[in-house]
Nanobody
Framework: QVQVVESGGGLVEAGGSLRLSCTAS????????MGWYRQAPEKQREKVAT???????NYADSVKGRFTLSREKDKNTVVLQMDSLTPEDTGVYFCVALSRIRVNGVGDHWGRGTQVIVSS
């Protein structure tokens, strides 16, 4: 079994910062990549940022220069540092962990999400 747990969501004012953390656990998990998606009310889910086991990152154009995704050394934990937040960043942020070894036929594992609200 693989569990993905997020933390760090909350309410901040525009221009503020927030840090989201995500940890994947379980004996069946072998780190290939992890990342964050977000979904605003009545909008489609979109990819925010991903990081591979090699440390390469990929960011959505809308967050480049403002968000930074990093992995804790030799751990299944990633941190999304979000700076210069705007109301458009509001939404539920979901962490996804992709395992090189499938667990019960499933390779990707999702957290329940953490809410981010950016106010003016």
């Amino acid at each position: 079994q693989v569990q993905v747990v997020e933390s760090g969501g909350g309410l901040v004012e525009a221009g503020g910062s927030l840090r989201l953390s995500c940890t994947a656990s379980g004996s069946g998990f072998s780190f290939e990549s992890m990342g964050w998606y977000r979904q605003a009310p009545e909008k489609q889910r979109e990819k925010v940022a991903t990081i591979t086991v090699r440390g390469s990152t990929n960011y959505a154009d809308s967050v480049k220069g403002r968000f930074t995704l990093s992995r804790e050394k030799d751990k299944n934990t990633v941190v999304l540092q979000m700076d210069s937040l705007t109301p458009e960043d509001t939404g539920v942020y979901f962490c996804v962990a992709l395992s090189r070894i499938r667990v019960n036929g499933v390779g990707d594992h999702w957290g329940r999400g953490t809410q981010v609200i950016v106010s003016s």
